[in-house]
């Protein structure tokens, strides 16, 4: 009789017990889920903000096509609507070389386009990795070739100056 007066005693015990360790389970489970779904939510902004590292702002408040026209501008010195090699590599060389080893870093790069067209850096830094053919870390000679074949749309080895902007305005629509 004492037997089964103890598994008696002991049966709902055990049933307090079980359902005791099944709701402390359950508020494990639903914090540990909560938790993920916030680490979720983290890793995707921070996944948006690192997919999308460039907006072309301009701290000088000029538009894409008034950036893109002073570019053309500048490298189309001599006004006769085509931007030769020379024109390129003496632009690039002459304004943006700032420690005169005939190539442009990134940094020279960011740092001069910033001044020059006052784009914000994350901006100048998406341009020079378009304008970096090669993907070498550096603007030269090496680049010259492959940025011809890319804005050359018509292929006849010359870069027209509206086909200079079209190039810049697919750097800017893919940013």
């Known amino acids: 009789m004492q037997l089964v007066m103890i598994t008696l005693l002991t049966y709902p015990f055990r049933n307090y017990i079980k359902h005791k360790l099944c709701a402390a389970i359950c508020v494990s489970v639903n914090s540990i889920a909560r938790i993920i779904m916030q680490l979720l939510v983290i890793f995707a902004v921070i996944a948006c903000a690192w ?4 907006v072309h702002d301009n701290h ?19 006004s006769d ?23 442009i870093d990134e940094s020279e790069f960011v740092k001069q386009w910033n001044q020059e067209f006052h784009d914000e850096i994350a901006f100048a830094q998406h ?3 378009h304008l970096d053919a090669v ?14 074949k890319r804005a050359d749309t018509s292929g006849d080895g010359v870069i027209q100056t509206i086909e200079f902007k079209t190039y810049l305005e697919l750097i800017y629509d893919a940013c």
């Open 81 to 103: 609507g085509v931007i030769s090699e020379i024109d390129i590599l003496s632009y690039f060389v002459v304004k943006f070389d700032h420690n005169g080893d005939l190539a």
């Open 135 to 148: 993907e070498n870390g550096q603007l030269d000679i090496s680049d010259i070739d492959p940025l011809v």
């Open 127 to 129: 341009v020079f990795h």
């Open 60 to 78: 000088a408040d000029l538009t894409e096509e008034h950036v893109i026209n002073m570019v053309v501008a500048a490298l189309d010195s001599n």
């Open 51 to 54: 997919s999308a590292p460039c």
